[in-house]
């Protein structure tokens, strides 16, 4: 798929590990973005989406599965120079398609950019709704107590 920008989007693979590991880091020092281990981007590599730039990558995005009905959208980062291009919109709506072609009925993701999102189909809903991502990953997390980000949910119907 290509865009505006130059920039195409494609699935990623093992190599492009070290690359979302570093634009992570990048994006962490401006944004809200929870780390990713390296095995955790490694075992499901499969379900990442990267927007490439000729100088590079410019921003990703994954799918994490819970369950046949349960997926959440999740390290979405684009580098500030690729922003306000259509980037992050496109990488969402290609990990959107990944859960549709998997029949995944509901998708959800935290955020603290909520207009984006609803801009795409979701609907804010309760944190509690989401009592695997609670377990998973709120339960352990730095922000627990005082949590700035927004539940939202897309249902594929």
């Not at 075992?43 to 410019?58: D, P, T, V």
């Not at 935290?110 to 377990?135: D, H, M, N, Y």
Request: aromatic share 8%.
């Amino acid at each position: 798929m290509s865009l505006l920008s130059g920039v195409k989007i494609k699935t990623a693979c093992l190599s492009d590990v070290k690359h979302i590991l570093k634009l992570i880091a990048v994006i962490q020092n401006t944004d809200v973005l929870l780390d990713r281990e390296e095995q955790e981007i490694k075992n499901h590599i499969q379900y990442f989406k990267l927007a490439q730039s000729e100088a590079g990558l410019a921003g990703c995005c994954s799918l994490y599965i819970y369950n046949s009905s349960l997926a959440e959208i999740r390290t979405l980062a684009v580098l500030p120079a690729f922003r306000k291009k259509g980037i992050g919109r496109e990488l969402v709506k290609a990990c959107i398609e990944i859960g549709c072609r998997q029949n995944i009925s509901r998708i959800f993701t935290l955020t603290t950019k909520p207009v984006f999102f609803r801009k795409l189909g979701f609907s804010e809903v309760e944190k509690a709704s989401l009592p695997e991502k609670i377990w998973k990953d709120c339960s352990q997390c730095k922000y627990r107590d005082q949590c700035p980000e927004t539940a939202l949910l897309y249902v594929n119907r």
